[in-house]
């Protein structure tokens, strides 16, 4: 019986199940999406801006590879409770106190460079997230010992139950014969990858790149042969492409959302609520964050004064829907919303008196400019935005007027994707806007797990992953620690802990919710069949989510066939 994926008893154990699986490709040269000479290939927008060749898939700012190149063990879908699909594992399961997990893996699969894949490979990789904190964005703690070359045990020095989707689902396996001798494995560049995936690299452009199949792929040929990636500068020029016919699939916003079909002939859209749109704070000034944000009453003042009605309208066309403070999702997650929480939703209208309640009550006094002020430094903060990220733009501007009333100025910054990644890895900034993903599975253990927890931050300067605000809290730690070890179907033993991690993060709101953003894509139905829907969630469709895109690639199949 497969572990479910939320729901992942230690009773339970994950059976193989080997499908043949088809897949996506691209094409070389400019002819549109729908040519003939493309049939079978898959063309996707990539970063603003000329590619940086590199295909690590720990590196903050990594072009790809996340499940095409590079595998994980299981696929866990993180929209629905469901069964986990086999990758590079084939079984696993936990024993009776949740310290150790026992992995039966694949004996059919070599990587792109003709060498065998082997239990070897993964107490690798493991050990390397160990030892290189900047890589270890699930807070890994167990210790892999390979039985054999298809067995692998790990043991947990407490109960871990909820390490189990992330340490099968999230963690790209790697080769131990090509990564021993790398010096740095967080951040140095692997230009030419080697992976057990469905895809390797055929060439590769600063304007674009292109991945073929992988004739020797253990489930398969793909059914399609190549992915190729095209740079285009923005959302408008995505969007241009998309009018074209010249891409095959993106995520983002177009003008006119609502009727995709209409504007776009053969495209058709969906639309997942997941990802917490949120003005990201380097919050925590014993990490060394500066600037006015390190104050929570400036992070509240931001969170009450904003129109997040207009900010839909305007950036979002509607799409995003109520997000909670205390960072589970609204829907998803009712089950494990916290009863305590203050607000349940961040408030849709603006509350112009309580932000400047809050902070004349933490000492700001309000100057002739109608700019509040502190100690003879004026309320003033800079929020960097990704060049061409037209919605979020949109909606920083949008904001900036509406703090604007209450006192608060904010200057946008729009800087290329490289220099954002890279402050937000680093905290070198006050503002950023962001999103906050998901875990592979359905629960908000995940979510709190990654941007909320001690473990995952670093002091400014060193690389957070991906607790990018800096937030340390030990109650949210302890609380996050205690998750780990009760078995995942015991709702009223987790609910405490889930009220600790909702209303602390709620008190503190280093991530300052805007919207449960509408992640929306716009897809070929005409040249490619297979995509999800919303009977058909089987991943979260979205281009830029890893694995999941991979999945959603290897289900598609060129139209008739």
């Not at 699909?85 to 792109?112: A, C, H, M, Y």
Request: proline share 7%; charged share 20%.
């Amino acid at each position: 019986m497969f572990l479910k994926a939320r729901r992942f008893s230690r009773a339970r154990m994950a059976a193989a199940g080997l499908a043949a699986v088809a897949m996506v490709a691209t094409a070389c040269g400019g002819s549109s999406a729908g040519s003939d000479a493309n049939k079978d290939t898959l063309i996707l927008p990539g970063t603003s801006g000329d590619f940086q060749q590199n295909f690590n898939p720990f590196a903050p700012a990594h072009l790809e590879g996340g499940g095409t190149i590079f595998e994980p063990l299981f696929f866990f879908n993180n929209i629905r409770d469901v069964e986990p699909r086999p990758r590079l594992g084939k079984s696993f399961k936990w024993n009776d106190d949740g310290t150790q997990l026992d992995i039966e893996l694949r004996d059919n699969v070599k990587f792109t460079d003709g060498e065998k894949f082997s239990a070897a490979d993964v107490v690798f990789t493991l050990d390397m997230i160990s030892k290189n904190p900047a890589m270890n964005g699930t807070g890994y703690k167990g210790v892999a010992t390979a039985v054999d070359d298809t067995h692998v045990s790990i043991k947990f020095p407490e109960p871990s139950y909820m390490e189990g989707p992330q340490v099968l689902g999230k963690i790209f396996i790697v080769p131990e014969h090509k990564w021993k001798d790398i010096a740095t494995p967080a951040s140095d560049t692997i230009a030419q990858p080697v992976g057990t995936g469905p895809f390797m690299l055929e060439e590769f452009k600063a304007q674009a790149f292109t991945l073929k199949a992988n004739p020797d792929y253990w489930g398969g040929e793909p059914a399609v042969k190549k992915v190729r990636y095209i740079a285009l500068s923005g959302n408008q020029a995505v969007a241009d492409a998309l009018k074209a016919g010249q891409i095959d699939w993106q995520t983002g916003p177009v003008p006119d959302i609502a009727n995709v079909e209409k504007n776009y002939p053969g495209y058709k859209a969906i639309t997942v609520p997941m990802n917490q749109a949120a003005v990201f704070t380097c919050s925590n000034a014993d990490l060394g964050c500066q600037g006015p944000q390190t104050d929570v009453a400036v992070r509240k003042a931001i969170y009450y004064g904003m129109n997040r009605t207009q900010i839909n309208a305007l950036a979002f066309e509607n799409t995003a829907s109520e997000v909670s403070p205390g960072a589970a999702l609204v829907e998803r997650d009712k089950a494990q919303m916290s009863g305590k929480l203050q607000e349940k939703t961040a408030p849709m209208q603006p509350d112009e008196a309580k932000a400047t309640q809050v902070l004349e009550a933490a000492g700001y006094t309000k100057g002739a400019d109608g700019i509040y002020a502190k100690d003879g430094k004026p309320l003033a903060m800079t929020l960097k935005v990704v060049a061409g990220w037209t919605d979020y733009i949109t909606a920083v501007d949008t904001m900036s007027q509406q703090l604007q009333k209450v006192g608060i100025k904010i200057t946008a910054q729009q800087v290329s994707w490289n220099e954002w990644s890279d402050a937000r890895g680093r905290g070198n900034y006050e503002l950023l806007i962001d999103s906050i993903h998901q875990g592979p599975a359905p629960d908000p253990f995940y979510n709190a797990s990654y941007f909320f927890s001690t473990a995952t931050t670093a002091k400014v300067g060193e690389v957070a992953n991906p607790n990018f605000a800096r937030f340390s809290n030990p109650a949210v730690d302890a609380a996050l620690t205690a998750l780990k070890g009760i078995d995942p179907e015991d709702d009223a033993a987790r609910q405490p802990h889930f009220d600790v991690i909702q209303t602390e993060i709620e008190k503190a709101i280093p991530y300052i919710p805007i919207l449960t953003g509408g992640t929306t894509s716009e897809y070929n139905a005409k040249k490619f069949t297979g995509w999800p829907t919303k009977d058909d969630l089987y991943a979260f469709p979205a281009l830029w989510a890893r694995p999941e895109a991979s999945e959603i690639i290897m289900k598609l199949r060129p139209a008739g066939q």
